[in-house]
C-alpha cells in the first residue's frame, strides 16, 4: 500500500547518543520533509529535500543532519539527543509537477532522559 | 522572517453552529494554502487546501477563502459536529522553494 512509515514509533534514549529516525515512502514522492511538533502546538521544519542528492535546511536545523539518497528513503539523524529533543518527530512527502498535498507520517516520539 | 499568525488558539462552539478559523501570512511568495486537522494522537490530515489563483473553495461542509491582497485566508466549517473536535493547523507554502510555514494551531471542541 502506497504510504509514508516512520520507524522507531517510540523510542526513549540517553542524553549524549546518535540516533537515526528512519523514514520512507512508496508514493515515489520527490519532495520530503522532517518536522519537529511537541502535542498539539504547531510544526517546526527541520530539514527538507527537493529530491535524491538535495537537503535543505529549516528552521530548526543545527542539531541534526539528513541526508537523501535513494528518492523513496529520507533518515534524520541527531549527533547527540539532548532532553531538549524531546519531541514527536513526523516525516511528510508531496509529490513534484502539479501535486500540492503534503502526506504526514505517524510520526516517531522520542524521549530524552 | 516568514510567518503565519493563526487565531483563535481555542474555539468552542454549539453542534450545529459554524466555525471560523483565521490566518495571515507574511511571504507574498506564498502560492498555496492548506488546511489540516490533527486529532489526538494522530498524524495531520489535510481536508481542504487553496491555490494563490482561487479566492474560495468549498467541500461539503468545509470551505476555505483566500484575500491575497490582504494576506488572510480563513477556514470555515458548517454544521459543526463532536468529529470535528481536533486542532486544525493552517500553512502557507512558498512557491520557489516549496516550503512550508504552519500557523501556531487551533483547538476546536464541539460541544454536544
Known amino acids: 500500500e502506497a504510504d509514508i512509515y516512520q520507524t522507531p514509533r517510540y523510542l526513549v534514549i540517553g542524553t549524549g547518543k546518535k540516533i537515526t529516525l528512519e523514514c520512507s515512502q512508496t508514493?515515489?514522492?520527490?519532495?520530503m520533509y522532517w518536522y519537529q511538533q511537541d502535542p498539539g502546538m504547531e510544526l517546526h521544519l527541520i530539514h527538507y529535500?527537493?529530491?535524491?542528492?538535495?537537503?535543505e535546511k529549516g528552521d530548526l536545523s543545527s542539531e541534526s543532519t539528513v541526508s537523501r539518497i535513494r528518492t523513496e528513503h529520507f533518515p534524520l539523524t541527531l549527533e547527540s539527543a539532548r532532553p531538549s529533543h524531546t519531541s514527536q518527530y513526523l516525516c511528510?512527502?508531496?509529490?513534484?509537477?502539479?501535486?500540492?498535498?503534503?502526506?504526514f507520517g505517524p510520526g516517531t516520539r522520542l524521549t530524552v532522559t | 522572517g516568514e510567518n503565519v499568525e493563526q487565531h483563535p488558539s481555542t474555539l468552542s462552539v454549539q453542534e450545529g453552529d459554524s466555525a471560523v478559523i483565521k490566518c495571515t501570512y507574511s511571504?507574498?511568495?506564498?502560492?498555496?494554502f492548506p488546511w489540516y486537522k490533527q486529532e489526538l494522537g494522530k498524524r495531520p490530515q489535510l481536508i481542504i487546501d487553496?491555490?494563490?489563483?482561487?479566492g474560495e473553495k468549498k467541500d461539503q461542509r468545509i470551505a476555505v477563502t483566500l484575500n491575497k491582497t490582504a494576506k488572510h485566508f480563513s477556514l470555515h466549517i458548517t454544521e459543526t459536529q463532536p468529529e470535528d473536535s481536533a486542532v486544525y493547523f493552517c500553512?502557507?507554502?512558498?512557491?520557489?522553494?516549496?516550503?512550508?510555514?504552519f500557523g501556531t494551531g487551533t483547538r476546536l471542541k464541539v460541544l454536544a
Open positions: 500553512a502557507a507554502r512558498h512557491s520557489g522553494t516549496y516550503k512550508y510555514i
Open positions: 511528510a512527502s508531496s509529490p513534484s509537477g502539479g501535486g500540492d498535498e503534503q502526506y
Open positions: 511571504d507574498s511568495a506564498s502560492n498555496y
Open positions: 508514493m515515489g514522492h520527490d519532495k
Open positions: 487553496i491555490r494563490s489563483n482561487v
Open positions: 529535500s527537493y529530491g535524491v542528492n538535495s537537503t
